[in-house]
């Protein structure tokens, strides 16, 4: 395709309209993700999309970090990413539709808690995106549980409580931090995050022997020479897929199909006793679905046992005060 002086201009002004100004990129490469059903041409025609042909410019990739070839696009010129972004937008549209709305209950909880881990990217707070869709309740097929998909057996080695009263996998705050910690280590093990979200699906045995077998630590050479299996393959591309939409959501004009759960004021109780959440609900004067919404951990009716104190969140509106009362 051939670019005229006036055709540059035009394909600037979207980039500068919004907001991308660090770069120019062709309006023709979005114009790719425009349709909401599925077509097996349009599928056809993003699988052969040639950035270096097809668009007027598209940063390349380099050895940049992962996610900055995510927040620049420069990612898209991987087949598996736009295949996923396509996808995501098409046949998955209604999952990811629910939970980017899903996001607005935990985003800034999720995001206060990497804040102070600034080791660790804001960009991981997506994560759930691909892990459980933003829903802390998730079950995989595996019996992976929670915000951020883990398996009961890797519970204590994290430091989550699981039980019959209460599974920390659903926590939201405890889940998170857990999660920052096991990927820390992961990213100190194996130097890089494309590698340690690689090992964070299929575990890092895995990763190491696909490493030893391939002779190579680039995680894109890894997935090419089948050293990965197919779920582990498609990790990455899924997640940042997922990513792109997220943080571009008026370029994939999804933006107005949107409408974001508000986060719900709380107060949270200290509980020495055991206490039934009906009974808590009818003092409070709400149905006792709420509260266990708000307290996704507990796994029955029934707050667990504690020596010192457990937290239980409530809708705020009430005094404390009035609700000690009401309680204790």
Sequence with gaps: MKYTKLTAILLLIPAIFFGYNKWVFSWGMFQLF??????????????????????????????????????DFSIMRKKGVREFVYLYLTTGREYTIRSIERSGMYMEIISNIIKKNPDIPAEIALLPLLESGFDPTAVSRSNAVGLWQFMERTSAYIGLRTDGIVDERRNVEKSTEAAIRHLRHLHKKFGSWELALAAYNGGEGLVSRAIESAGTENLWELVKSGALPKETSEYIPRYAALMLIYKNQRLFRIDKNIELERVQPVYELCLKEQKSLEEISKHYNTKSDVIKKLNPELKTGMT?????????????????????????
């Design 34 to 71: 425009n349709e909401a059903e599925y077509s097996k041409h349009r599928h056809e025609r993003i699988v052969s999309f040639n950035p270096d042909e097809d668009t007027l410019y598209l940063p390349g990739m380099e050895d940049k970090e992962f996610f900055e070839s995510v927040n």
């Design 304 to 328: 667990p046992f504690s020596e010192n104190c457990y937290p239980l969140k409530v809708p705020s509106g009430k005094s404390p005060s009035l609700l000690a009362k009401m309680i204790f």
